[in-house]
């Protein structure tokens, strides 16, 4: 099973702004193991040659922080979605 | 600025029975959650053991939506391509209440409505953007533009606490220190439920997994039966997970996990109605954060109560414990008036008196004993291999039963300095 067809399976409300901020120049100067784009249960950090920079699809973000931690660079800036909004379990 | 006694932030287990408690004596209290219900936010593997909090709960958890008595416990050792499993079973566990399965979204749910009919305010929808200060203490909490003045806040919102962090009572959160569980919900029929894991309906299994379930690094697999779902996940460590080269891919590891022989028959034909993930507290007792501060406690995960002793995971009857614990020291300090540090610190005493910080700080060295590779590499590989040979019949004579295991056990450098050095060590956990 594709991990997009799992989160596709999640009940998610999408906020119009992103909760989860990734400040560039720190990754780009600071970081070079970019930790996020392998612990991310949801696989949703990626790396954009065009852009030469990482981007995040937080629209499937599963709130669950791995991310925050990795980045001990502090180049993710990462707190929880406004209330309602974000992942909602049915089952947990 | 007026204000009311309590105020809680998060409706998991340890912020509910904190509430629970608090409105049995009176005392005003508002609980904030930021999801859509109590419980949509929330996350367990899982199971809960209720022996430990029998004497707290009083009546707090009759009815509620258990979902299968867990009677059988399972442990498998998985190599590469062969596995090891152990199956126990015993009469005093299906005797007893001692410990059952739950999904958290429908149980901190029924629990909240329970709340919410004793008159306890339970508010969804709010997160907390921050906390108000008054003279040094804390004195309430800030979302958006609306601020809710309460003579206690607590800290019950979980593993990534940040009322803890911005009361300073949390240092960084270091990825040693963490792992990350990854989990699906699995439908299947109640008696196929029961048949392939061999209970009676209501009752259940858990199985725990290690080895290259999660490819050698620290952590394992789950398996907990639920009535008519099969909960599957793998835990991994933060930081083993970094340290591989190249690093693992997280969301890869549960559906290998899947595809194994032994697991992919006990799930065939189910449909994953739910896919979740949270980080887990892997610090023990030097993980936990300070528990209270002036007008402040800690409570449940947001204190770093988890304990993994690798053949059993806790968390839930620690967050439950100590969310009445806290109800309890507040309790206390409104009959004082006093809500400052020297009062709310006979919360620590409390939980030091309990199970909740008695076995924390038994289990002390547990972190380090874990961190052994072997664990996951080592041993996983070994024994099943081991038995791989004993059992093969091919051509040719087998030889001696009992020298041919030996040479194999001393050949495989189990019985090294190094590696009893190792185990000798299980005297100190």
Redesign the interface.
């Known amino acids: 099973m594709k991990i997009e067809e799992k989160l596709a399976i999640d009940a998610f409300k999408t906020d119009k702004e992103s909760h989860i901020r990734i400040n560039h120049d720190i990754c780009r100067t600071k970081c070079t193991l970019k930790y996020c784009l392998s612990v991310c249960p949801g696989h949703l950090y990626e790396y954009n040659e065009e852009m030469k920079e990482i981007t995040v699809e937080y629209a499937g973000c599963l709130e669950c922080g791995t991310c925050r931690i990795a980045c001990q660079k502090g180049a993710i800036e990462w707190v929880y979605p406004r209330g309602e909004y974000g992942v909602q379990y049915r089952y947990g | 600025m007026d204000k009311i006694d309590v105020v809680i932030v998060g409706a998991g287990l340890a912020g509910l029975s904190c509430a629970y408690k608090l409105a049995d004596k009176g005392l005003q209290v508002i609980v904030v959650e930021?999801?859509?219900f109590p419980?949509?936010?929330?996350?367990?593997g899982g199971r809960l053991y209720l022996m430990p909090i029998k004497s707290l709960i009083g009546d707090m958890l009759d009815g509620a939506p258990f979902e299968r008595k867990v009677v059988r416990e399972q442990w498998s050792l998985f190599g590469r391509e062969n596995s090891i499993n152990v199956d126990f079973t015993a009469n005093k566990f299906r005797d007893h209440d001692h410990s059952y399965t739950i999904?958290?979204?429908?149980?901190?749910r029924w629990l909240s409505e329970r709340l919410i009919a004793k008159g306890v305010f339970v508010i969804?929808?709010?997160?907390v953007d921050d906390l108000l200060w008054e003279n040094g203490s804390v004195a309430g909490i800030k979302?958006g533009n609306e601020e809710i003045y309460a003579h206690v806040v607590v800290a019950s919102d979980g593993?990534?606490s940040?009322m803890a962090e911005k009361a300073g009572l949390r240092p960084k959160?270091?990825?040693k220190q963490?792992a990350?569980?990854?989990k699906?919900?699995i439908e299947l029929p109640e008696e196929k439920i029961n048949d392939r894991f061999n209970v009676e309906s209501d009752e259940g299994c858990a199985h725990l997994y290690l080895g290259d379930v999660t490819k050698g690094v620290f952590g394992g697999g789950f398996i907990y039966t639920n009535k008519n779902?099969v909960s599957i996940g793998i835990v991994a460590g933060?930081q083993a997970?970094?340290a591989k080269d190249?690093?693992?891919?997280?969301?890869t590891l549960l559906?290998s996990f899947k595809e194994r022989y032994e697991i992919k028959r006990l799930l065939n034909g189910g449909n994953?109605?739910?896919?979740?993930?949270?980080?887990i507290q892997e610090g023990g007792y030097n993980g936990l954060s300070k528990l209270c501060g002036d007008g402040i406690i800690v409570t449940g995960d947001a204190a770093g109560f988890a304990l993994n002793v690798g053949v059993t995971v806790r968390g839930m009857e620690f967050a439950i414990a100590s969310g009445i614990m806290a109800a309890e020291t507040i309790i206390d300090a409104k009959e004082k008036d006093d809500f400052s540090v020297r009062t709310l610190s006979s919360y620590e005493n409390r939980l030091k008196k309990s199970f909740v910080l008695q076995d924390i700080e038994s289990s002390k060295e547990m972190p380090d004993f874990l961190e052994n590779d072997d664990f996951f590499t080592f041993y996983p590989e070994r024994f099943p291999g081991f038995l791989e040979r004993a059992l093969w019949f091919g051509e040719g004579p087998k030889g001696k039963m009992g020298k041919t295991l030996w040479n194999e056990i001393k050949s495989s450098g189990m019985l090294s300095f190094k590696r009893l050095k190792a185990l000798y060590r299980i005297k100190n956990i």
Not at chain 2, 103 to 108: E, I, P, Q
Not at chain 2, 246 to 251: C, E, I, K, N, S
Not at chain 2, 272 to 279: D, F, I, M
């Open positions: 930021r999801g859509d419980g949509s936010k929330n996350v367990t999904l958290r979204a429908r149980f901190d969804p929808k709010y997160r979302a593993a990534l940040f959160m270091m990825p963490y990350v569980g990854m699906e919900i779902t933060i997970m970094m190249p690093p693992l891919d997280a969301y559906d994953t109605v739910e896919y979740s993930a949270h980080v």
